[in-house]
């Protein structure tokens, strides 16, 4: 439980004394001035009387502009656009590797980006695999930090990449983690790896594809 600095309760407790010193200074000289300024007085009441009018819808339009503002960050979205829709990668399972989360796109979710112009698959294992049997359309960059001459080095750095390989997941987290390293800002490992992607039929390519 937090609680307030000592410093602040005892400028409470002397506001509390000053006021209540206040109102009895009030209360033993309005006799006195009753016959002098009671109509002064009367207007001073009318005027906090207005006053307390006029400022509960000032308090209403208030909060009302302030659930207005609380309405619009709710409606915002916060998703990754891929391929032309929205997806919620917040909400994805991650992978960790020194220290570093990645998330797992679901293998569903990686087939609807499957193809897209903004899009590239990563095969991170050793190039004899990549030959063997491959996500179709991928590129070979094996962990940790591919190769001499490797094709994702000249590629844009808000590019989404998707990387897998057989473990399912750390060959690729490893690949993945250098990957933000040099700057790449949405990096994905495919969950489940290359098997998940082929048990589910979707398009492999190699020398064993069929």
Excluded at 177 to 196: H, P, Q, T
Aim: proline share 4%.
């Amino acid at each position: 439980m937090n609680r307030r600095p000592p410093l602040r309760r005892r400028h409470f407790l002397a506001g509390t004394v000053s006021a209540a010193i206040a109102v009895t200074a009030g209360c033993t000289s309005s006799g006195e001035d009753d016959d002098t300024n009671g109509s002064d007085d009367d207007n001073a009441t009318d005027d906090d009387a207005d006053a307390e009018d006029t400022n509960p819808s000032a308090a209403d339009d208030a909060g009302t502009g302030e659930n207005e503002t609380d309405d619009e960050e709710l409606d915002e979205d916060d998703g990754l656009e891929v391929a032309g829709r929205s997806y919620d990668v917040d909400g994805y399972d991650t992978e960790a590797y020194d220290g570093t989360d990645v998330p797992l796109v679901p293998v569903a979710d990686a087939h609807d980006w499957f193809g897209a112009d903004d899009v590239h698959f990563v095969d991170t294992r050793g190039q004899s695999q990549f030959a063997e049997r491959r996500i179709d359309g991928a590129v070979s960059s094996p962990a940790d930090d591919g190769l001499e001459d490797d094709p994702i080095d000249d590629w844009s750095r808000d590019k989404v990449l998707v990387t897998y390989c057989d473990c399912p997941h750390s060959i690729a987290a490893r690949r993945s983690v250098s990957l933000l390293e040099d700057g790449f800002e949405n990096v994905f490992i495919l969950e489940g790896g290359l098997e998940a992607w082929a048990d589910n039929d979707y398009p492999v390519a190699g020398g064993s594809a069929d």
